[in-house]
T-cell receptor, first 115, second 114 residues
Framework: GAGVSQSPRYKVAKRGQDVALRCDPI?????LFWYQQALGQGPEFLTY????????KSGLPSDRFFAERPEGSVSTLKIQRTQQEDSAVYLC?????????????FGEGSWLTVV | AQSVTQLGSHVSVSEGALVLLRCNYS??????LFWYVQYPNQGLQLLLK??????LVKGINGFEAEFKKSETSFHLTKPSAHMSDAAEYFC????????????FGKGITLSVRP
């Protein structure tokens, strides 16, 4: 597709349930990012991939959060044993190369509500 | 460490009036600066960015911003607001020379009155 595609767009999970959020970056984009946006806040960095290598995971809030990009294209963000504080919009973004200043393109986000 | 401050959470202007959205940053190295817009239920769209060169940068939809190093500011302006400008606006910073990790402000909601 022309843009960054995320699925599902909306997910309601019961507390304790595991969820998986998928991101299809723009074709050919080397860099992929995940951000978390809580209600009324700006996006906060979670993790960064360059091709299949996860170069920065400093923003992952706990060991319940795990991200992968095994073939350097599609990425999955997995949240285990979801908690209410995990409710947020999860944004995926991609860019052509990894150097700073390059334009980053964002998807529409996956809205997660934990009940 | 980097940070972005966007004072206030909501700005309201009349259609045709000047739009001014303030952004101040903190960075220990030369920054790259960005403004993004987010419409309801949509992803973030880049309005403009400053990396190097001219400190006044022009973006889409008639917006522009000026990098002022002495004031550590990157305020967003538009001479004449349009109803379609109503959205949430985020200022962001990244470190020059590092990967493109962005640090965002909390955002400002712009309302445009008829």
């Amino acid at each position: 597709g022309a843009g960054v595609s995320q699925s599902p767009r909306y997910k309601v999970a019961k507390r304790g349930q595991d969820v998986a959020l998928r991101c299809d970056p723009i074709s050919g984009h080397v860099s992929l990012f995940w951000y978390q946006q809580a209600l009324g806040q700006g996006p906060e960095f979670l993790t960064y991939f360059q091709n299949e290598a996860q170069l920065d995971k400093s923003g992952l809030p706990s060991d319940r959060f795990f991200a992968e990009r095994p073939e350097g294209s599609v990425s999955t963000l997995k949240i285990q044993r979801t908690q209410q504080e995990d409710s947020a919009v999860y944004l995926c973004a991609s860019s052509q190369v990894g150097f700073s200043g390059n334009t980053i393109y964002f998807g529409e986000g996956s809205w997660l509500t934990v009940v | 460490a980097q940070s972005v401050t966007q004072l206030g959470s909501h700005v309201s202007v009349s259609e045709g009036a000047l739009v001014l959205l303030r952004c101040n940053y903190s960075s220990s190295v030369p920054p790259y600066l960005f403004w993004y817009v987010q419409y309801p239920n949509q992803g973030l769209q880049l309005l403009l960015k400053y990396t190097t060169g001219a400190t006044l940068v022009k973006g889409i939809n008639g917006f522009e911003a000026e990098f002022k190093k002495s004031e550590t500011s990157f305020h967003l302006t538009k001479p004449s607001a349009h109803m379609s400008d109503a959205a949430e606006y985020f200022c962001a910073v990244s470190e020059a020379g590092a990967n493109s990790k962005l640090t965002f402000g909390k955002g400002i909601t712009l309302s445009v009155r008829p």
